[in-house]
């Protein structure tokens, strides 16, 4: 799908979440279907989708409850229906050593236990928090990022409810385990497997599903790589057009190898860095070094944003620009070597790893390409979701780090993992959506020499 396939991307998106609401409605009848499941891109606006769902099942005289899968999504939630429905009660349940920034509010209500919220409206809490719960049960659940949920969180907390929205983004990254998860490769209950497809795999009669078509925060040079790459059979299309967001700088630049890189990634919204082909340690100091100067340059050089939010520009702060890594010694390593660019506020940049990245917007983002200088290809770093997760943070553009070499990396490490009987293949893979990025960029290529 492509901007031009949606000429009113306000009205597409608007009417994909009117017949989400519509099939909730629908499922209050009796005998009707167990719940619905929406897909999302990045930046499709899941938070927005939930929030309105929550309040439009308030409105049809629904007490919910709201099931995420981390304490900051659970609070991020919490405040905005506080604020947007300041009439609703809403209820935050924690745990007993709970200190965030819901703590003494007096639009969201604090507890422990579910019983001390049984007069709100809305009820929130992590799936951790909810598996812990005992006889507690509503007639509605919204499920959010359930694509980062395990389906053994979600048999835990199924029995609490009986129909649910599940809203979560598939080309993320897939929830994880720490153990050893070949022995139950194949099952019907895989707890390895996410709680969408699960859910998917044993109630599809009984499941709408539906898919957001627009990508509020990905301008269309984004939309036109990540959608085929990613998302190759829930296509989008991103809800600004061309030239509608610009990057501007206000100091020149010195004709380097970085201001080369950053004038392309300004005009085309990619850029690839390339530095020599070398196998190195994962905290390969000269990439390390040049995402973080790369970062700083953007402030250094003065960019200013232009976009449908700020028409008369705006000037990028240091929240503004993320630097993305696979590991936390690279963010490490990144961080000390902004601190040492000399560049006023470069140490206020965000750096940290996919995962933790996953669900957060920034307007600049640069990236550490995850087999940088390897000497190997391994199933994490060829993950094809946390490749996705760290070049579509990005609202202007995205420029990615890396030694030359890489394709012929992938080339000489084909995907190799093992075929167990009734697992689905997953698409698309890390291989090809590796080298789908790496084909996409060589026009916007600055090889670096030395």
């Known amino acids: 799908m492509t901007a ?107 507890a422990t236990k579910p019983a001390e919220l049984d007069d709100c409206h809305i009820t929130l809490g992590t799936a951790a928090k909810w598996a812990t719960v005992e006889g507690h049960h509503r007639r509605w659940a919204i499920v959010d990022e359930a694509y980062q949920m395990r389906s053994d969180a979600l048999l835990l907390v199924a029995p609490q409810f009986d129909r649910a929205l599940f809203v979560g983004d598939p080309g993320q990254l897939d929830p994880f385990a720490v153990v050893e998860t070949d022995r139950w490769a194949g099952l019907a209950y895989d707890p ?99 995402a973080a100067a790369l970062a700083a340059r953007f402030l250094a050089r003065g960019t200013v944003e232009r976009c449908e939010h700020h028409p008369d520009g705006r000037a990028l702060t240091p ?57 190997d290809a391994t199933a994490f770093h060829l993950e094809a979701g946390r490749l996705c997760v760290l070049t579509s943070r990005h609202r202007h553009a995205c420029v990615v780090v890396a030694r030359a070499g890489i394709p012929d990396l992938l080339d000489a490490h084909p995907v190799d993992d093992p075929v167990h009987l009734n697992v689905p293949v997953k698409f698309p893979d890390g291989w090809e959506a590796h080298h789908t990025l790496l084909a996409h960029l060589e026009p916007y290529k600055t090889a670096v020499t030395g």
């Not at 040492?340 to 920034?362: H, K, M």
């Open 192 to 290: 390895r497997l996410n709680a969408v497809d699960v859910l998917l795999n044993h109630n599809a009669d009984t499941v709408v599903q539906r898919r957001l078509p627009v990508s509020w925060r990905l301008p269309p040079s984004a939309a036109a790589l990540v959608s085929p790459a990613f998302y190759p059979y829930t296509g989008f299309a991103a809800g600004t057009a061309e030239e509608e967001r610009r990057l501007e700088f206000t100091v020149a630049g010195i004709g380097s190898a970085l201001d080369e890189t950053l004038e392309t990634a300004r005009r085309h919204g990619w850029a690839l860095h390339e530095l020599p082909a070398r196998h190195t340690q994962r905290t390969d100091p000269q990439v390390c070094g040049a």
């Open 4 to 110: 031009t396939d949606l000429p009113d991307a306000s009205a597409a998106s608007e009417a994909a979440v009117r017949a989400i609401l519509d099939d909730l409605a629908a499922l209050t009848a009796p005998g009707a279907g167990r719940g619905v499941v929406v897909d999302s891109p990045p930046g499709a606006g899941k938070s927005t989708l939930v929030r309105r769902a929550a309040r439009a099942l308030v409105a049809a005289g629904e007490q919910i409850m709201i099931v995420a899968q981390t304490n900051n999504q659970v609070d991020d939630l919490a405040s905005r229906l506080a604020a947007e429905a300041p009439a609703l009660r809403i209820g935050r349940l924690s745990s007993t050593d709970y200190r965030g920034p819901l703590l003494g509010s007096a639009a969201v209500r604090v």
């Open 319 to 375: 929240a503004d620009i993320a630097v993305g890594v696979v590991h936390r010694d690279q963010a490490d390593q990144v961080r000390r070597a902004l601190a040492g660019t000399g560049v006023a506020g470069a140490e206020e940049i965000v750096v940290d790893t996919a995962n933790r990245l996953q669900g957060r917007e920034f307007e600049v983002v640069v990236v550490v390409h995850p087999l940088s200088g390897r000497r």
